[in-house]
Every structure is written in structure tokens, then in C-alpha cells.
């Protein structure tokens, strides 16, 4: 089991999960986040929190999302944590409006 | 002219997340962390339950602040004995409470005096090696337990119970507690609640974690079942909120209970209405929708929740078992704001939410703290001195825990585990003090700032 984050988040970035998290484990890319699977420690409190339910628990994963596993740990070990919320990025709400409306 | 200085009673993860937040919006306030215990992070160490050592790490991250040269922990002083609240008030620009809510929720059916009728915190203060809980005895011949109560404290209890004892033996549990349920192994758990199905208060993934447990069936009591739960249970209905339908899509896969041996069984709208036995529990009196039944069990624990416990020289909201406050500024009695008090975590909303919700909590209380100290960067206030005494002679500093956490961790690894508890205050303390205490004060890196 691990937490990770997915596409859905890309070019998206809200950040409500960098919020909630209690430990810090999101680090910060230029289109989206990711999890430091080493820090985080499963609470979960993210998952809900997300505009774009891209944070899954692994466990949960749909199979064409299974990838995410790894490009989560490739990319937290190279980017800063992300400290604080932020603002989304440009155009993140209407692709969060697509997102939803193709879920 | 100084620097504010804030102390927060308590170093469990609210008392934590108030800290952090401090160091991160003042920029040079100084922070004293104070706890009772020598050990530092509450209900991480005393709560989480020794097989989720996931979740205990997020201890890692309370170091970091820990560690900060603006904080300082005072161990093994308590407030209300070692200090009075009035004195730490007069001495701090703020004072924060973080002290949680230590003592059980208060039932009659404790009140028989059978023995085998515990409430939740003795059991898991136990297991867990609290140094106030290890006089516990488990009723010899346990074959029985029930649980009353339907939140993640019950599920940790169960676990705790079904679990092999190969499986716990790599945890951090009490080689005690461990011993006692290799020698006395449970047959039947029934967690009872008096709620519907969609009032329970598990979590999806916890509750999933006691249903796959090997050896063990999870099981649904028929009796005690609304219609809307059995139109919940068989799909007919969908829950209200998204947690009942995570935990429902769980509960699915259950089982009617049999009342045969190694099956948890989860009854709701249950009222748990007498205990019966001579001296010791044999029997819990069930009341549901279908009448009254005695049912065995050797064991009850009551897992009901927390409410504060009382300190001499704090209000005290008794029916929310709470601290009074307005978004965290304590409040006496008659409504009005306490000026330099502030509460945070369970103290201040009560027991429930996870270990992360204290976050969001303690950053609410500390916006308010730091809008009435104002924008002047020292405190102006004359502060009384004559503490460093008490610091100096009976406080464990950080560095005193840490040789506590590295001599926990080598037992550990001598034993094949992953730590080995340290349970009597005495050799805490002996551990905590080993080196010889020459420097004056516990340091927070060179100067102190009372």
C-alpha cells in the first residue's frame, strides 16, 4: 500500500492535499505533485481532499493509473517539498470542470 | 525587551502542530514544550497501535520541530503539580494547552466493579507501555470479548486481540501484554454499538485491516439491524455520506454471525444495558430492536471516548468533556475570554478526527494567539523568573529523550523487534539522566529565554 498522486493532478495543482497533509510528504513539480512514499505515512487525509480525485491509495488504483506507483517515487526524490498551499494553476478549474464532467 | 515566549502543555501531536505553526509565523518567538512524561508525542507513542508503525512515524516529523534551536522539551513536569497554571501564565507571553483528553468517558457499567469491565484507554495505555497503565490484568480465560463503542479505537483493540502473537512479537507492544494474549488467546470479539450502520465511526481501510485478519471470519449480527441496514447491506440503498458507503462497501462482504468460535462480530443498534457475574464478568446484557439478551464475555471494554482531565486552575466544559474556548481561546465558565490561554486538540473539540486533524486545529488556535500578542515582535510583559530550578532539577530535555529513544531501539533490535518499551518512570528517568547533568538548563541551544 502506498498513496499516490495522479494525473488528474497534472497541469491542475491545486494543493488542498499539501494542506491537510500532516507530515509534509508532497513535493512540488512545475505541472503537479507528487508523494514521498518514505515520509508519507498513509493517513489518507488527502485523498478526499482532492478537486480532481487524482490521490489514490494504491490498493485502489485502476490498472491504466498503475504507472503513477513509479513515477511518483522517481519524482519526489528529486523536487522540493511543498510547503504551503498555493495558487492552482492557470486554467486548473476548467479542466477540473472536464474532469468532473467526464467522471 | 524579549522575544515572546509561548509554553505548550502537552507533546502529542496537537501540542506538535501548535509548535510548528508558531516557529513558522513568528519569527522569533521561543517555544517551551512541556509533557508530564518523560517521553515525548502522546498518543503517538500511547494511542497508535503497535502494529501501525506507519503511522507512528510521523513522529519524524515532530522531531524536526523538536529540533528547532527556538523550542525546547521539558519532560517529566507536570502542570497542576509541578507548576500551577496561574504560574505558567505569569511567566509566558501565551500559554497553549495540548494536554488531549486522558481520561475515559465515564459509564455505569464500569461502576458493578466486576472485574473484566475496562474502559479502552486502560487497554491501549497498557499494550502500548504507558507508565500509568501497566498495573492491567486480563482476566485469565478470556474466550470472549466485547468492545462497546464503533470507532478505530475498538478496531485497534480487536486487532490487538485476533492478531497472532508471532505477528505482534515484531511490534513495539509490552513484552507483558504480549505474554498475556499468547497465554490467553481470545475465540469470539463482538464490537457493539448502539448506532445504526451509517453512525459508526471506523474508518473504510481500518475496518477492512480487522476483516482480513488470518484465522478470524468477520461476521454481522442480524438482530439489532434497521430496515434501512439491511437495504444498505443489500445494496437496495446507497449510504448518505461518503465514509458510511466506504464503510458499507466493506461490510458487504461480511457474513450473518453464526456464534461459532474465532468470528468478529459487529452488532449495531446494540445498547450494551447490564454485566453479570460474581466478583468477575461472565456475561453483557444486550438490548436491540428484537428484545433483551445475555450473551457470554469474560471481557468488556468500554470504548466511548475521552473527555479532559480535570487541572487545578482551568474551566472545564464537563457534558463535551472539553476545555471551553471560541476557536481556541479558552473561555471561563461565564463565557468570557481567558486573556494568555489557548487550548488545542482534543482539549479543545474533544476525541475524535485522526492524528492530521490536529493540524488544522492547532494552526486556528495559533492565528488567534498570534492576533492578540500583536505585530511587536518582543513581548513588552515582565515576566516572573524563578523557574529555572524546577527546569534544572526535574526536567527531561530533548537530549535526555533521545538517549531514552536509543536505548529503546538497541533492545529492540537485540530482541528482534522494533523497539522494546521502557514502561517504569524510575528507569526513565535513569535512562534520561545517565549523563551527568552538569549544564545548568535543559538547552535550547545556548540561551534560555525565562
Known amino acids: ?103 | 525587551m524579549t522575544a515572546p515566549n509561548v509554553a505548550i502543555v502537552g507533546s502529542g501531536p496537537s501540542g506538535f502542530y501548535a509548535a510548528e505553526a508558531l516557529l513558522e509565523q513568528h519569527p522569533t518567538v521561543r517555544v517551551d514544550i512541556l509533557d508530564k512524561l518523560a517521553t515525548p508525542f502522546g498518543l503517538v507513542r500511547f494511542g497508535v497501535a503497535p502494529d501501525h508503525p506507519k503511522t507512528k512515524a510521523i513522529a519524524k516529523a515532530f522531531e524536526r520541530t523538536a529540533e528547532n534551536a527556538r523550542v525546547r522539551f521539558l519532560g517529566n513536569v507536570e502542570v497542576g503539580k509541578d507548576v500551577s497554571i496561574e504560574a505558567l501564565t505569569g511567566a509566558y507571553s501565551a500559554v497553549i494547552l495540548a494536554h488531549g483528553a486522558a481520561a475515559p468517558r465515564r459509564h455505569p457499567l464500569a461502576d458493578a466493579g466486576l472485574e473484566g469491565v475496562i474502559y479502552a484507554s486502560d487497554f491501549t495505555r497498557w499494550y502500548n507501555g504507558h507508565p500509568d497503565g501497566q498495573s492491567l490484568a486480563l482476566p485469565s480465560g478470556a474466550a470472549s470479548v466485547a468492545i462497546y463503542g464503533m470507532g478505530n479505537v475498538s478496531l485497534d483493540i480487536s486487532r490487538m486481540l485476533m492478531l497472532d502473537s508471532q505477528e505482534l512479537a515484531a511490534t513495539d507492544i509490552t513484552e507483558d501484554a504480549l505474554r498475556a494474549l499468547r497465554r490467553e488467546p481470545v475465540q469470539r470479539v463482538a464490537i457493539v454499538g448502539r448506532g445504526s450502520l451509517e453512525q459508526a465511526k471506523f474508518s473504510a481501510p481500518e475496518l477492512r485491516e480487522t476483516a482480513r485478519i488470518a484465522g478470524w471470519r468477520p461476521v454481522i449480527a442480524r438482530e439489532g439491524l434497521s430496515e434501512r441496514d439491511r437495504a444498505l447491506l443489500e445494496g437496495h440503498v446507497t449510504a448518505d455520506d461518503s465514509r458510511a458507503q466506504q464503510n458499507l462497501e466493506v461490510l458487504k462482504e461480511f457474513v450473518w454471525a453464526t456464534g461459532q468460535p474465532r468470528e468478529v462480530e459487529f452488532r449495531f443498534g446494540t445498547t450494551i444495558e447490564g454485566v453479570e457475574g460474581s466478583g468477575r464478568l461472565s456475561s453483557v446484557l444486550l438490548r436491540d430492536n428484537t428484545g433483551q439478551m445475555s450473551t457470554e464475555a469474560q471481557l468488556l471494554v468500554l470504548s466511548i471516548g475521552q473527555v479532559v482531565a480535570p487541572v487545578p486552575g482551568l474551566p472545564l466544559d464537563e457534558s463535551r468533556g472539553i476545555i471551553p474556548n471560541a476557536w481556541g481561546r479558552v473561555l471561563s465558565l461565564d463565557g468570557v475570554v481567558i486573556e494568555g490561554l489557548y487550548v488545542v486538540g482534543w482539549a479543545k473539540r474533544s476525541s475524535a478526527g485522526t492524528i492530521g486533524s490536529n493540524r488544522s486545529c492547532s494552526r486556528e488556535t495559533i492565528a488567534n494567539l498570534l492576533l492578540d500578542l500583536g505585530d511587536d515582535p518582543t513581548d513588552p510583559r515582565q515576566r516572573i523568573v524563578g523557574w529555572k530550578d524546577l527546569y534544572r532539577r526535574k526536567a527531561v530535555d530533548w537530549n535526555g529523550w533521545k538517549r531514552i529513544d536509543d536505548e529503546e531501539l538497541a533492545r529492540g533490535r537485540a530482541a528482534g523487534r522494533s523497539r522494546v518499551k521502557i514502561t517504569s518512570r524510575a528507569e526513565l528517568l535513569k535512562i534520561a539522566t545517565a549523563e551527568n547533568r552538569r549544564s545548568a538548563l535543559p538547552e535550547r541551544n545556548k540561551k534560555d529565554a525565562i
Not at chain 1, 36 to 56: K, L, M, T
Not at chain 1, 78 to 90: E, F, G, M, S
Open chain 1, 1 to 103: 500500500m502506498t498513496i499516490v498522486v495522479t494525473e488528474n493532478c497534472h497541469k491542475c495543482r491545486f494543493t488542498e492535499c499539501v494542506d491537510v497533509c500532516p507530515v509534509g510528504c508532497f513535493r512540488l513539480g512545475d505541472d503537479m505533485v507528487y508523494i514521498a512514499a518514505d515520509d508519507c505515512i498513509e493517513c489518507r487525509a488527502c485523498i478526499p481532499v482532492c478537486p480532481v480525485s487524482a490521490i489514490y491509495d494504491s490498493d485502489d488504483l485502476p490498472p491504466h493509473l498503475e504507472k503513477w506507483v513509479g513515477i511518483n517515487r522517481e519524482f519526489a526524490d528529486l523536487l522540493p517539498a511543498a510547503t504551503a498551499r498555493l495558487d492552482p494553476l492557470p486554467g486548473a478549474e476548467e479542466r477540473r470542470q472536464t474532469l468532473v464532467s467526464l467522471s
